[in-house]
């Protein structure tokens, strides 16, 4: 009776997760009144799939099929009841007007959610040639009216594939309080003279993964700002743009520390810099640490491929003369190869107050490829250990 019993059971239970493997379902936004004609605002449709789909007790996918949605805002608002994917394979189109998005700090935002996968080779058309040709962050100081393209906010667990932004308002994409989130395969495209158009933002992160990325855009390629830790970018594919940066950091009060960050065999092409991190003087207390920096190709890049800048003071906005309080401390650049239009190929200008600690260089062969005399280095307030073969010789000038 017992045997019974058990077994009754396990045929009840194994009917029980048949049915909720059956359930594990699709909610196609056409099936929602999505219009695809690229002239209807399809946002309720989106809004309305989302929510059952959020809602639902297993797994579910919002599937944006081919076509051109437009729609805008978009907010995917977690926290849902199971893990949930979104498989773009059309176009979603941005209003082209920033008018349309005004007071938005994002055109697509996903928010507080676990366990969240999007993919399925598709477009966020973020339409921003009107809106560069409005840009007066340069003049102002603040960008705020313009929406970033796609924001990942408090996401967790989480897996980003095989995705396209496109010709973002500002940047394209920004990482904010993530854990554990993977980026694989994103492409990123807009024209190298989009102003702020930055490609892969991070900050108060942990956990990070960018690789397969390829960025062709107006702004740094992929930056990293205050608390980014432990992040990983690989076989990221970066130019035009301005290369890959940690920084700017030190210039607001209460930031967090950045460390562990390797950038691992990425190749920057035509770019106006390389690899760098960079530091605002007259900064408050600040720590970046363990950066790794390894196989990476130089093609052509503007100025110094390889650089560590504590007097970073863009527009002269800042007190020059003080030095930065960014402890820098435990780096390293290892096999960057390639050339470089200007003399200086390395520069490392660390702060006068807090010099930099344990850097290590090894093997880096950068060339210059313009008139203005022969590849330099250049260090001031760092002494790097170095191995392997290195040309130019390192810190072959110090500065005062
Ligand atoms: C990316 O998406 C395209 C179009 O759907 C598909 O053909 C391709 O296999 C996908 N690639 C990966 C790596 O998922
Ligand atoms: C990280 O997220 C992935 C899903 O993208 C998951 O499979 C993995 O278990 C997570 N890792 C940890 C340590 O939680
Ligand atoms: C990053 O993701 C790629 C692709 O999933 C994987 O091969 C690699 O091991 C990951 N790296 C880290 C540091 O998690
Ligand atoms: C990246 O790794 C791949 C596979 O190991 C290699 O073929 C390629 O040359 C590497 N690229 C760089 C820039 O190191
Ligand atoms: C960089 O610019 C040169 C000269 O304009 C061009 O030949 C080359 O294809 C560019 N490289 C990339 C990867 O875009
Ligand atoms: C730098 O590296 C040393 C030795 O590897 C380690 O003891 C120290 O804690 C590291 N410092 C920071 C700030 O990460």
Known sequence: MGSKFILGTTFFLFLISFSIKARAADFDINKYGAKADGKTDDSRAINSAWKEACASTTPSTVVI?????????????????????????GTLQAPAEPEKLKSQDGWVVFRNI????????GTFDGQGSIAWSKNDCAKTGKCNSLPINIRFTGLTNSHIQNITSLNSKLF??????????????????APGESLNTDGIHIGRSSNINITGAEIKTGDDCVS??????????EKVKCGPGHGISIGSLGRYHDEQPVTGVTVRNCTISNTSNGVRVKTWPASPNGVASDLHFEDIIMENVKTSPVLIDQE??????????????????????????????????????????????????????????GKNGAATSVCTNVKPTMTGQIFPPACAKTAA
Request: charged residues 15%; contains cysteine; proline residues 6%.
């Open 114 to 121: 676990d366990g969240l996968t999007v993919s399925g080779g």
């Open 312 to 369: 970073y003071c863009p527009n002269g906005q800042c007190q020059a003369k003080i030095p930065s309080k960014v402890k820098i401390s435990n780096v390293s650049f290892k096999n960057i190869r390639g050339t470089s239009a200007d003399p200086v190929v390395v520069k490392l200008a660390c702060s006068k107050g807090i010099p930099c600690q344990n850097v290590q260089i090894s093997d880096i062969h950068l060339t210059y490829n």
């Open 65 to 89: 099929a081919k076509g051109n949605y437009l729609a805008g805002p978009v907010k995917f608002q977690g926290p849902c009841k199971a893990p949930v994917s979104i498989r773009v394979e």
């Open 224 to 233: 990293l700002g205050d608390g980014s830790q432990q992040i990983n970018i």
């Open 172 to 189: 394209h994409i920004n990482v904010l309080n993530c854990k554990n989130v993977t980026l694989q395969h994103v492409i990123i495209t």
